[in-house]
């Protein structure tokens, strides 16, 4: 069976930092790029970050600077380091191989950022 789960959100204050993790099992992923996306009440999925195989990163404009996609290709892991967190960034975080078309999805997590 094929999963895609997300751990770490939670509640932080403006400028507090989360560490959102992904673990994909029952296929491999090496070959996919490793995304994380966000939704908020109201709002349209957006693409917050993504990796491919070859390292390359890819950031929103929103968060560049203040977070960090990494991943661990051997065991279909990976990690999106946030920092000096705002409110617009409280969402539902996705953690997603292979695109916004792929069916590999996570069940989300939430990240609240509030005083």
């Known amino acids: 069976q094929v999963q895609v789960a997300e751990s770490g959100g939670g509640s932080v204050q403006p400028g507090g930092s989360l560490r959102l993790s992904c673990a994909g099992s029952?296929?491999?992923?090496?070959?996919?790029?490793m995304n994380w996306y966000r939704q908020a009440p109201g709002k349209q999925r957006e693409l917050v970050a993504s990796?491919?195989?070859?390292?390359?990163?890819n950031y929103a404009n929103s968060v560049e600077g203040r977070f960090t996609i990494s991943r661990d290709i051997a065991n279909d892991t990976g990690n999106l380091q946030m920092n000096n967190l705002k409110p617009e960034d409280t969402a539902v975080y996705y953690c997603?191989?292979?695109?916004?078309?792929?069916?590999?999805w996570g069940q989300g997590t939430q990240v609240t950022v509030s005083s």
């Open positions: 997603n191989f292979g695109g916004i078309h792929s069916p590999y």
């Open positions: 029952g296929t491999r992923f090496a070959m996919y790029s």
């Open positions: 990796i491919v195989l070859s390292g390359r990163t």
